[in-house]
């Protein structure tokens, strides 16, 4: 009797028939379920996709709880490149008002035909109110021609050549603020243009 118990189940075959009928019964099993997705065996035909367990998420959260996040992850990264593109728009669009402000005002350096003597109001419509620009004489005759025109910078009227005039208006049309055309016939019966008359 000095063998051990496991030692005489094996010479009697009993062990061995139980081992064949475990190994069975585990392979009856495997085949009604389905395959898990980590064991690299193929879909059964028409049979539905395998359910990750719970023990596979992190803490226990669900497939709905991880695509809501996910989709809140997504909008996220949406609008901070939204953000990210009106802010890199807003510094473009800022660069080249500076650009476009440079480029006039150099244009506009030592131009300026306005004299601080001048006591004659011409008078104008800009930005929805009525402006006034203060000439002499001949300005305001050369002005009423289309000879001359007005310019707004740094919230002074500048009085200008025609032709600088032209410049400003092909760099930033919104700054000409008067600039009268010699070929329109807006001149009422008197000589003084229409829009002087109110």
């Known amino acids: 009797m000095a063998d051990s118990l496991r030692d005489q189940l094996l ?5 061995k028939e139980v081992q064949q009928n475990r190994v069975q019964q585990d392979r009856a099993r495997e085949q009604k379920r389905p395959p898990s997705p980590s064991s690299g065996k ?3 035909k028409g049979g539905k996709p395998p359910v ?10 669900s497939r709905e709880e991880i695509d809501l996040a996910k989709a809140y992850a997504i909008r996220a990264q949406t609008e901070a490149n939204e953000r990210k593109r009106i802010e890199q728009e807003a510094a473009e669009q800022a660069r080249l008002r500076r650009e476009r402000k440079l480029q006039i005002q150099q244009l506009l350096d030592g131009k300026a035909l306005n004299k601080a003597e001048a006591d ?6 800009y930005g929805g109110k ?13 002005l009423n021609a289309g000879e001359l025109g007005v310019v707004q910078q740094a919230g002074r009227y500048l009085l200008v050549s025609r032709e600088i005039a032209e410049q400003v208006q ?10 009268v055309d010699p070929n329109a016939s807006g001149m009422g019966d008197d000589g003084v243009p229409d829009d002087l008359m109110w």
Do not use: M, W
Request: hydrophobic share 45%; proline share 9%.
């Open 11 to 15: 010479k009697s075959g009993i062990v």
């Open 170 to 179: 092909a760099i930033d049309a919104h700054l000409v603020a008067l600039l």
């Open 42 to 44: 193929p879909a059964r």
């Open 120 to 125: 004659q109001p011409r008078n104008f419509e």
């Open 52 to 61: 990750p367990s719970h023990a596979a998420r992190p803490s226990g959260q």
């Open 130 to 142: 009525i402006r006034r620009v203060h000439v002499d004489a001949a300005q305001l005759a050369a």
